[in-house]
């Protein structure tokens, strides 16, 4: 595969021409790198599937330029669905909507729901218009890691994660480090009220300046089908810790206020919640490198982005 750094307009055409032609593209959003094909192309969807190792049945999100080609995509758009895209798109936020028929079994995971994002990257937004421009419709793109591992956020960690699968045919578009680093979140709108079903990129908080909200945040249906898979999920291979002491040796994730516990290996100091989101998961990708045993991490408060960083921690213990 081909990677392309410092991508011109035409890198990018030329990515979208691949896309259309079956093959894979990594690209870059502002939450994760996702590894794109195209969504209306069965085959390259299957291959999509087996490069990430993902077992058949998980639902996949199909990312698209704009608001105005929902409706290509989903059968019904509830009022709140259309203020939350208004309000959010281009941006972290993915919407599960009743779909189309468009949207065959093999991107729904047969189910009658379709996951869709319009991502603000400018890169990834470039991408889709020049995919559309040629006839493309969507870009199906999971997070761009091997099932149940750490998503990627930047080129070398997708190279960590796949180069061993793609194939000569691929690309991969490198565009640096994601800005935010974390998932979208995705929201449930099928019912009377949106429901979170994976916390993100667009806080609770937000979403709740726009529209009530159901309140239990439900299981993601990928979830619910596989749930023996459920444990891996986001898994490093170092254990992960919360709140614990650090002993010599082993890794320490913390805001940069809180000291190093004596031996202990600095794996990120961020100043921000947001510079939090952004080094999260290179933070504990790097604790992998280094072959730690133990990662001790300081969660973040459980507000705004640090309610999806918790909850990814929480899928690591
Ligand atoms: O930020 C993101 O969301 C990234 C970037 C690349 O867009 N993508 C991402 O994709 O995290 P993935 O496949 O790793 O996780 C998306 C989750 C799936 O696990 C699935 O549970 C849910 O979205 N999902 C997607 N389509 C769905 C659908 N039709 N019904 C229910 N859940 C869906
Ligand atoms: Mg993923």
């Not at 081909?2 to 093959?23: F, M, P, Q, S, Y």
């Not at 058949?56 to 999100?61: C, E, L, Q, S, W």
């Not at 449930?188 to 949106?194: G, S």
């Not at 979830?223 to 002993?247: C, D, M, R």
Request: net charge negative; with cysteine; charged share 20%.
């Amino acid at each position: 595969m081909e990677i392309i750094a410092n991508c011109t307009h035409e890198d990018i055409k030329k990515a979208a021409k691949k896309l259309r032609e079956g093959h894979l593209v990594a690209f870059p959003t502002e939450t994760v790198y996702g590894l794109g094909a195209d969504a209306t192309n069965q085959e390259a969807v299957a291959r999509m599937y087996s490069v990430k190792g993902r077992p058949a049945g998980h639902p996949v999100i199909v990312h698209i330029s704009s608001v105005n080609k929902i409706s290509h995509w989903a059968e019904v758009i509830p009022e709140y669905a259309r203020k939350l895209a208004d309000r959010f798109w281009p941006g972290p936020m993915t919407l599960i909507l009743q779909r189309s028929e468009l949207a065959k079994d093999f991107i729904t995971g047969g189910q009658n729901l379709v996951g869709l994002r319009v991502p603000s990257n400018p890169m990834s937004l470039t991408l889709l218009k020049e995919f559309e421009l040629i006839g493309g419709l969507g870009i199906a793109a999971p997070s761009a890691n091997r099932f149940g591992a750490v998503s990627p956020t930047s080129v070398e960690a997708v190279m960590d994660e796949l180069s061993e699968y793609l194939s000569g045919n691929d690309l991969i578009l490198d565009d640096g480090m994601c800005t935010i680093g974390i998932e979208s979140t995705i929201i449930d709108c099928t019912q009377v009220l949106p429901r979170i079903l994976r916390p993100g990129g667009v806080s609770e908080e937000d979403i709740s300046k726009l529209t009530e909200l159901a309140q239990s945040r439900k299981t993601l249906i990928s979830e619910i089908k596989a749930p023996g898979e459920l444990l891996s999920h986001y898994s490093p291979k170092a254990k992960v810790s919360i709140g614990e002491f650090a002993s010599a040796g082993e890794g320490f994730l913390a805001f940069q206020e809180i000291p190093t516990p004596l031996g202990a290996i600095r794996l990120a100091s961020p100043a921000s919640i947001t510079e939090y989101a952004k080094e999260f998961y290179q933070a504990i990708r790097l604790a992998d490198t280094l072959n730690l045993t133990r990662i001790v991490v300081v969660p973040p408060e459980n507000n705004g982005l640090g309610v999806a960083i918790r909850n990814r921690l929480e899928k690591m213990l």
